[in-house]
């Protein structure tokens, strides 16, 4: 950067409501410079504290870094909203040419041996230092994050290291595209009459899209993608067309040639299984589960084998229920892949004779936000009002402040609610700025949580009011419960702040709040008709809520045989053949043959287009286990707002972030750890 390039302060020093950043004075094109500023000022900082003459102390080192690189953060939250709510071609362009400056200058940090060397020595004599237990964590938790980057490795191994996880990072990168390669490659294009039997209308369309798309007017494409082929298998008649897409559908990644995936997989996993050596761990998921709730495979797979039994005992019920329907048509078959969702859901429209349509006008969006609001109020005690007239980063962002019961601020609130071209799908909760109470370098104290939720929900017309579906409603809730794990949160250091927890522990907050949608009592008060004000009548909602468990054993078999295999694979003694491996594990676990894993290992994004989720499929249904449990406790008292119950709650979870075990954060709410009876309960498979 040169003098002549001004930086535009607004970035870096928010002087908006309460702290909130002055969106309305920050232009895209600040973003690039800004960025190379604040990258080189932490680069300095880090200097100055690796280069301390004065011997490491706490207060030297392990603050000095939390406090660091505070501008860089603020650019970084305010470019990365804008980046997922609000892109353009210029935001774009910015985007691929910062993510890996990003990479780069945190990996050096992580490289950084004479910053290395003052962590290590305080953790080697962290009993000495009289430190509580969340600044005890605080420097586990740096110290951790320096020996998983390889700081302690000789520089021969740091360099094999590093050679690894740029390997890792190409082959995951190939592996996604390999998947979207032969999505795309494959359509069976359909014409007559007789191939489309049973499809409806809102399909019917979609393949008509899809035909034209790919230059076939006129005709009507089947493709591999999950809005297209699922509804297919579910609705089309022709059991010949239906097993030919579904054949299709599993085999992506599998097909030969040049996007065949499966030796990219025994690269992966024999690399992966390297690195964890070399970083002393006995295999890929000891590593990867070190940090994590969960803590060993051994309890993962436990739970998950737990969970299969009744699940595949359930499946084989269904399954028996799906094959009377078969041989009611006359037909003499086994239930197959191919069958399973078109003869449920025939059981399913049988049993449970609603749409989705007749719940629409009870679920506005107003009233919804209210809900939630009203929820955490009689929990936590806080209230939130809406500010009307500042500036979000977006015309359709809504502030609101949010008091605790002593009317003191403690948050303020953005909801991002409608759909736009600008924005990516999905739903999600972030932070502008996250609670602490460490003293800033200039002056100030501690630092207001600045939370925001951004969902998809369509506009509606002007003047009408926006409803939503059940799963719109519900996701409303999800992300709001992150947002509380944000505002609630009293700690003091910045990096164990709100959701600074472990991938298997960073759910339950938000699962655990969409609970009480449901609860009777805020239903009544704000599902009501938007028309004429009438609550959502109970016959309706009976049947919503019974529908829920329906054909579970099948949904469990699907996902719990998947996360098994990510388990087997990261665990295993030796890396021979992936797919073999795949095959041995549905074999030992009995696999029915009437259903297939949810993602098979070819197609397996989770655990191979990159290493988010790689022996972390699993805790999608650990924190299933912990929310359902931790309702259950509410449920237990008699009142799903029991005060005593919701102080604990508070107090050991919403507050907590990730200064104390997740574990001992969880027995210290509940009294014990989770069982998974109430999960099972919670999806008709109990006992
Ligand atoms: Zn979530």
């Given at each position: ?174 592996f996604g595209q390999n998947v979207l390669a032969d999505e795309k490659s494959w359509a069976l294009f359909l014409q007559s009459e007789e191939d489309l039997a049973g499809v409806p209308d809102f399909l019917r369309d979609a393949m008509a899209a899809a035909a034209s798309d790919r230059g076939e007017k006129g005709k009507y494409a089947v493709t591999l993608s999950r809005s297209i082929i699922e509804p297919f298998l579910t609705f089309s008649d022709n059991r010949e067309l239906r097993e030919k897409a579904f054949r299709a559908w599993i085999a992506r990644g599998e097909n030969g040639g040049e996007t065949d995936n499966r030796?990219?997989i ?42 299969w039994?009744?699940a595949a005992a359930r499946a084989r019920e269904e399954e028996a229920d799906l094959a009377k329907l078969v041989a009611a048509e006359g037909r003499n078959h086994d239930v197959m892949p191919w069958d399973w969702r078109h003869y449920a859901e025939k059981l399913r429209a049988e049993k449970f004779n609603f749409s989705e349509g ?67 799908s ?43 579906s059940?799963d ?71 049947k919503v809520?019974a529908a829920r468990t329906f054909n579970s054993g099948f949904a469990t078999v699907e996902f719990t045989s998947s996360a098994l295999v990510d ?12 797919m073999?491996?795949e095959a041995?594990t549905l074999e030992?676990i009995g696999m029915p043959q009437s259903i297939v894993m949810r993602h098979r290992s070819p197609h397996f994004l989770h655990v191979f287009s ?7 499929y699993?805790?999608y ?62 999806k008709g498979l109990?006992?």
């Open positions: 950067m040169t003098a002549s390039t001004p930086l535009n302060p607004a970035l870096t020093t928010w002087t908006g409501h309460e702290g909130l950043p002055r969106f309305d004075l920050v232009k895209d094109t600040d973003f690039a410079p800004a960025f190379e500023a604040a990258f080189k000022a932490h680069e300095a900082e880090i200097d100055e504290i690796a280069a301390n003459h004065e011997a490491p102390t706490f207060d030297n080192t392990v603050i000095a870094l939390e406090i660091a690189g505070d501008a860089l953060s603020r650019i970084s939250s305010i470019f990365w909203n804008k980046a997922g709510a609000d892109t353009n071609e210029t935001i774009q362009a910015l985007e691929r040419d910062i993510a890996p400056k990003m990479s780069r200058h945190y990996s050096k940090i992580g490289m950084n041996a004479a910053l290395f060397k003052r962590i290590d020595t305080l953790w080697e004599n962290r009993d000495s230092l009289g430190l509580d237990l969340e600044a005890t964590r605080v420097l586990e938790r740096h110290w951790k994050g320096f020996v998983k980057s390889g700081a302690k490795l000789a520089k021969d191994d740091q360099e094999r290291l590093a050679a690894i996880n740029e390997t890792l990072a190409g082959l995951g990168a190939k030796g990219l025994a690269e992966t996993l024999a690399l992966r299984a390297e690195k964890a050596k070399l970083l002393g761990y006995a295999n890929y998921a000891a590593l990867k589960l070190d940090n994590t709730m969960a803590k060993t495979p051994e309890a993962v797979n436990g739970l998950l084998m737990q969970v039994e009744k007749e719940l629409k006008p009870y679920l506005q969006l107003e009233k919804i936000i209210d809900a939630c609001f009203d929820v955490a109020q009689r929990l936590f005690g806080i209230t939130a009002t809406e500010k009307k007239g500042i500036a979000g980063y977006h015309p359709d962002v809504r502030v609101f402040e949010i008091r605790d019961a002593g009317g003191k601020l403690v948050a303020l609130f953005l909801g991002d609610y409608f759909a736009r071209s600008s924005k990516r999905g739903a999600w909760m972030s932070a502008f700025q996250s609670q602490h109470k460490l003293t800033l370098k200039n002056g100030a104290v501690g630092e207001l949580p600045i939370i925001y939720n951004v969902c998809n929900f369509a506009k509606p017309a002007e003047g009408k009011p926006a409803l939503l059940l719109d409603a519900r996701t409303l809730f999800h992300e709001f419960g992150h947002a509380l794990h944000g505002m609630l949160s009293n700690v003091t250091y910045p990096s164990v702040s709100g959701t600074g927890v472990s991938r298997d522990f960073v759910e339950l907050p938000s699962q655990l709040y969409e609970h009480w949608l449901t609860v009777p009592d805020i239903l009544k008060r704000y599902a009501v008709h938007y028309q004429t004000g009438e609550p959502m009548p109970e016959a309706l909602l009976d809520l388990m087997a694979y990261h665990t295993a003694e030796t890396q021979s053949e992936p073999a491996l041995a030992k990159g290493d988010g989720y790689s022996a972390g699993y805790s249904m650990w924190s299933e286990v912990l929310d359902a449990d931790a309702f259950a406790a509410f449920e237990e008292t008699g009142n799903p707002f029991d005060p005593g119950m919701a102080q604990k709650l508070k107090d050991n979870v919403y507050s907590v972030g990730g200064s104390i075990d997740p574990e001992d954060a969880y027995k210290g709410f509940r009294g014990k750890l989770p069982s998974p009876d109430a999960m099972l309960a919670k109990a006992a």
